[in-house]
Structures are given as C-alpha cells and as structure tokens.
C-alpha cells in the first residue's frame, strides 16, 4: 500500500501548490455556480480523511472539532464565525497527509463495523475495512483538486 500512500501526498502537495501565493481574497471567492470557495475545499479533504479513516475507525481526529464543523459534508463558507486561518490549513494538508501512512502502518485504522458514503452526484458506496477507506479518500481527494483547479480558473 505504500503507493496509495503516495499518491496521497502526491495529491496533497498539488492542492497545496494550486493554492500557493494566491492572495486570501481569491481563496475565499465562490463563483457562480459553486457551493464553496478553494479554502473550504483544502480543508474539506483534510476533514473528509479524518472523519472516513480517524473517526470510522474509532480514533480521534488530528484536528479539531471546529476544524471539522467547518468543513464537513454539507458545511459552507457562509457558516463560518470567523475565516479559518489559511496557513494553518496550509500545514494542515501535509502534516495530515504525512501522519497518515504513519497511523496507517501502526494499525490504527480498524474498522468494526460498514460506514456509508454518500456523496450526492458521484458515489454510494460502503467503506468495510481501513484499505477501502483509504483508496475511497485517495478518489474523494482527486475529485476535489479537479474541483479546485477549475475553480482557480474561475477567481483568478
């Protein structure tokens, strides 16, 4: 699984690289069309790996529950108190990522039980075990940095 594990790094340092130098205004813009801006969708892999491959498992996330609430499925920009920090997302995505295959090698992720995914337009799938639900992650993410990269095309 190692290769798994790099590609999600892979991906994490694109998302990262997509993002850099771009000014915080740009990052929070949602266009037409679009439900959130890039920062929530940084921060939305982060909190989507926590919660499938952390909290599914029965252990505690690396983040915080606010983090979390940001983030999550079905959160938005608008619903934000205050704008999260964009540096601490920022080392977020590759401290998260490089704690993972760590986590992962250690046996923390063992699933007890199914956990459902249900994404609106592109999955319905069940996660089973802690391999599942890293592959599932590694797709989720992909997704994202496509929505990410049309977005950038859109705000800059």
Not at 15 to 22: K, N, S, T
Not at 57 to 65: F, H, I, N, R
Not at 115 to 142: D, R, S, W
Request: charge should be neutral.
């Amino acid at each position: 699984m190692p290769y798994v594990f790099d590609l999600h790094q892979q991906t994490r340092k694109n998302i990262l690289e997509l993002i850099a130098g771009m000014p915080e205004e740009k990052l929070l813009q949602i266009p037409p069309g679009f439900h959130n801006n890039l920062l929530w969708n940084a921060g939305h892999v982060i909190v989507v790996q926590q919660l499938l491959c952390y909290r599914a498992a029965g252990a505690p996330p690396l983040v915080s529950e606010e983090f979390i609430k940001n983030f999550r499925k079905d959160s938005s920009p608008a619903d934000w108190s205050a704008v999260p920090d964009v540096q601490s997302i920022k080392t977020e995505l590759i401290q998260t990522a490089e704690t993972f295959y760590r986590d992962f090698k250690k046996g923390l992720f063992l699933y007890r039980q199914q956990y459902p995914v249900k994404l609106k337009m592109v999955y319905g799938v069940q996660i089973a075990a802690h391999e599942e639900a890293v592959l599932f992650n590694n797709v989720h993410e992909a997704m994202h940095l496509g929505i990410m990269t049309e977005l950038k095309k859109l705000v800059s």
